[in-house]
């Protein structure tokens, strides 16, 4: 609902007011200068009312609008995103973490074969060359980033992201 003034109206309006609820000339001209109207072809200001000084409001159309009008379609904006689990950052950090351990172990050891199997996932570590401690905490930092932004539906897959993550950046 849109009360349409001209900055005439606004000023006698305003020198109606008591003093102290007024506001200055300048302030005035300087609302006036970056009040942007609605308009009804944007769907933000759809349903758009727009109501003169002495004009009756519509109040039988303004309650169908609010309470009959069938709601948009939801999009991408408007729809809820799936809440997940409270810990899931500190879960994909421990997971992770431990993923990095078990390489860095089996590589101090000299155990690593060219392919690794790593806790939590089902697929391997395709260790083609030796990663240093350095390089693994980077890619990981680069997963959580990524992740974070992106979070799977479900959590269970975050051993084998991360693992098919390492292998892509291994090569």
């Not at 995103?81 to 860095?104: A, C, G, V």
């Not at 199997?117 to 990981?140: C, D, F, H, M, Q």
Request: aromatic share 8%; charged share 25%.
């Amino acid at each position: 609902i849109f009360p349409e003034r001209t900055i005439e109206e606004c000023t006698e309006l305003n020198k109606n007011k008591p003093e102290n609820e007024q506001y200055s000339e300048e302030v005035l001209k300087a609302l006036n200068m970056r009040f942007e109207p609605p308009e009804a072809k944007n769907r933000w200001d759809s349903t758009l009312y727009t109501i003169q000084v002495n004009e009756e409001l519509p109040y039988e159309d303004i309650a169908n609008t609010l309470f009959n009008k069938q709601a948009p379609p939801p999009n991408k904006s408007t729809i809820n995103k799936p809440l997940s689990d409270t810990n899931f950052l500190h879960d994909i950090d421990k997971t992770t973490q431990e993923i990095l351990t078990h390489i860095l172990t089996l590589q101090n050891n000299q155990l690593a074969s060219n392919s690794v199997s790593v806790p939590g996932a089902t697929e391997k570590v395709k260790l083609i060359r030796p990663v240093n401690l350095a390089e693994l905490r980077r890619w990981r930092q680069q997963f959580l980033t990524y992740i974070k932004m992106h979070p799977p539906s479900d959590a269970s897959r975050i051993s084998n992201m991360f693992v098919e993550y390492i292998n892509n950046l291994i090569l």
